[in-house]
């Protein structure tokens, strides 16, 4: 059982990693319908740049994590003014930014390459290596840091949308864009102000992630992988969506290679699988868009 | 006037004769997944030829680096290969993935242009394709596991556990591991990856402890996984000794490892006691400010065996340069003291199998030599 309640812990931080890179993508698509995977590479720079304040600098930590998050913010700004915003104005296809963003990710990464040692860089843990136990429970500082994090992002996400103005103008938009722009939403700041929250989130996944994993210039295509594929089994439609997703994939993943009887490296098929499965069966994802 | 004229034409005609490079292809991966050992390799092929260079340069004449990048990608680097043959490479060192260096072969081959890695070491590499071209001088996975079972041998091992991640490499150097375990007759308890990308390895690690091994070999090249490997480790709380391939042997573990690799073993190509180490960190240093790694000197023994080669056959000519290598009987800087490579009854890996030594991480720092060779 205490195997089981450990490996829980190790899952559900995980799966809380998952669920903000998905949560990055949801906000960016509602308003926008723009699917932009250089959410990967933005937590890769958000990973550098927590190298750079709280290792290299050595910043306090919610210091350097408030400078890393404002940063990442003006990335997601700049990004939807330079890849995004001249083509919708221009009425180009959906796909038009899409690409433009894939073109993002890519000078993102080489950027990231060439400015930084090939090494990985060490990203300190805000409460040090060490391992807190309760009621049978026990897991790193980190993994409990991670998820507390991520239950404070979406329940800030979750009272953005259900209770204040903007959240709603948020959703009228990702309802019916002209219906919106007709009643006096600012489209195009909505949809600034969605990367740049996308940016942020990504971001903050990527220095949740970073103690563990180092900042390194690949991290970035898996973290887009598996947060897509958590998106898919969450759907776009509630915000909670992501969280969940990311957890039954972060579960799957891990209960795979801890109890299947298989070896272990096709473990690494899980997220394949469901991603397959649930494009198939249930492509609008588990829980589906109030109304 | 006509004589001193002559004397001025063969004057001008002999420095630009002395003026003509012998140009050496380097295929590098600078932007794709090998570039943490490529670079510093890359490097000291560099800091190698400048060297050379300042010494007079080969048969007199200066060496000439083409360096290309090839991403690591297999199909790039068969294209570059060809594009440096025709630029006039006499020799290509490949200093990026081994299945990148093994698609360059094709048209070595085919070419009949001397290639050799000095870092690649995937066994497969000079056994798969009948190449006379082609020669590897870093440590082959199967040397690695034997030096470590030879210093593990004492302990008497019985059942021990084996991870490694799901790179190309990695999976190569563990079933190069697990052949020689098992024939040891090893019983491996547990056998794990951790694949690219991972944010954990707790799953894996859970189940080794559930094997209760009495210790844990450690196959896998990719620095991040490692990491997370040595992480659970230490959550976990458990005990056994952990004994690691060479990739451990890359001082970046120092920093990015901090606290995690305490008394873990690894097998390594370079003895910080042996003087040819000391003279080349001596001599990098001054040269470029920075210490060098271990990654550096094989870079650095790449480019000397080559001008060794060259020197040997007293010409550029393919063929004799091919015919001298093949007769190389040179000692650098890496392998245990006293090592030479060489490629005897016509092999073509030239790392002594009884050249690698076993160190100790020692408060987070690359410590002692703690057993040499095979014995």
């Known amino acids: 059982m205490q195997d089981f309640l450990e490996l829980a812990v190790s899952a559900t931080a995980s799966g809380c990693i998952y669920g903000l890179i998905a949560l990055a993508y949801l906000l960016m698509i509602r308003p926008t319908g723009i699917i932009n995977f250089a959410v990967g590479e933005w937590a890769m720079v958000a990973a550098f740049g927590g190298y750079l304040l709280l290792t290299k600098h050595q910043l306090p930590y919610p210091l350097g994590m408030a400078v890393v998050l404002a940063f990442m913010l003006l990335v997601g700004w700049v990004s939807e003014r330079v890849a995004v915003r001249p083509l919708v104005e221009k009425g180009a296809p959906i796909l038009a930014p899409i690409l433009a963003l894939l073109g993002v990710l890519v000078v993102t990464r080489e950027a990231i390459s060439v400015s930084f040692p090939p090494d990985p860089m060490p990203v300190p843990f805000p409460f040090g290596i060490g391992r807190l136990e309760f009621a049978g429970i026990g897991g790193s500082y980190q993994s409990f840091f991670i998820i507390a994090v991520t239950a404070a992002v979406f329940a800030g996400t979750w009272v953005f949308f259900e209770k204040t103005l903007w959240g709603k103008s948020f959703e009228a938009v990702s309802l019916n864009r002209r219906a919106a722009a007709l009643m006096g939403i600012n489209l195009s700041r909505v949809t600034a102000l969605s990367f740049a929250a996308g940016a942020s989130v990504a971001g903050c996944a990527g220095l949740l992630v970073s103690p563990n994993i180092s900042a390194h210039y690949l991290m970035g295509i898996p973290l887009a992988i598996q947060g897509f594929t958590a998106l898919v089994i969450g759907g776009v439609g509630r915000v909670e969506g992501a969280l969940v997703g990311g957890l039954l994939l972060a579960f799957a993943e891990q209960l795979t290679a801890r109890y299947a009887p298989i070896p272990s490296g096709f473990a690494q098929g899980v997220p394949l699988l469901f991603l397959i499965i649930f494009l198939l069966v249930r492509p609008t994802g588990l829980l589906r868009a109030r109304g | ?375």
């Not at chain 2, 394709?129 to 008497?156: C, D, E, M, V």
């Open chain 2, 1 to 375: 006037m006509r004589k001193l004229l002559a004397v001025a034409l063969a004057a001008f005609a002999g420095t630009l004769f002395a003026q003509e490079t012998i140009k050496i292809g380097v295929i590098a991966d600078r932007v794709g997944v090998s570039r943490p050992y490529s670079e510093p390799n890359t490097e000291g092929v560099v800091f190698g030829a400048n060297e050379i260079n300042q010494k007079g340069g080969v048969l007199g004449r200066k060496i000439e680096l083409l360096i290309e990048d090839d991403q690591s990608r297999p199909d790039i680097s068969a294209a570059l290969a060809r594009k440096l043959i025709d630029q006039g490479a006499v020799f290509i060192i490949s200093v990026s993935l081994s299945p990148a260096a093994q698609q360059q072969q094709t048209v070595t081959m085919e070419a009949k242009t001397p290639q050799m890695t000095p870092t690649n070491s995937a066994d497969y590499l000079t056994t798969q394709l009948p190449n006379p071209y082609f020669w590897q001088t870093g440590p082959l996975g199967s040397t690695q596991i034997a030096t470590l079972l030879a210093h593990a041998r004492s302990k008497n091992f019985k059942r021990v556990a084996l991870i490694t991640d799901n790179s190309e490499l990695g999976q190569a150097i563990g079933k190069a591991f697990k052949g020689t375990l098992e024939k040891a007759g090893i019983q491996i308890v547990a056998d794990e990856v951790v694949a690219r990308g991972a944010t954990t390895a707790i799953p894996q690690m859970q189940k080794i402890r559930a094997a209760n091994p009495e210790a844990m070999f450690l196959a896998g090249v990719l620095t991040a996984e490692n990491v997370l490997i040595f992480r659970a480790y230490k959550e976990l709380g458990v005990k056994f000794p952990i004994h690691s391939s060479y990739n451990l042997s890359v001082p970046v573990y120092e920093t990015v490892a901090k606290g995690l690799i305490d008394g873990i073993t690894f097998v390594d190509a370079y003895d910080p006691d042996k003087p040819e180490v000391r003279a080349f960190e001596a001599a990098f240093k001054k040269a470029t400010g920075k210490d060098p790694q271990n990654m550096h000197g094989y870079g650095y023994d790449g480019i000397m065996l080559v001008a060794d080669a060259i020197r040997r056959a007293g010409s550029t000519d393919k063929e004799k340069i091919r015919a001298a290598m093949q007769a190389t009987n040179y000692a650098g800087v890496m392998g245990k003291k006293g090592m030479k490579y060489s490629f005897p009854d016509g092999k073509r890996a030239g790392f002594d199998t009884d050249g690698m030594v076993v160190r100790v991480y020692e408060k987070d720092k690359q410590g002692r030599v703690v057993h040499v060779g095979q014995k």
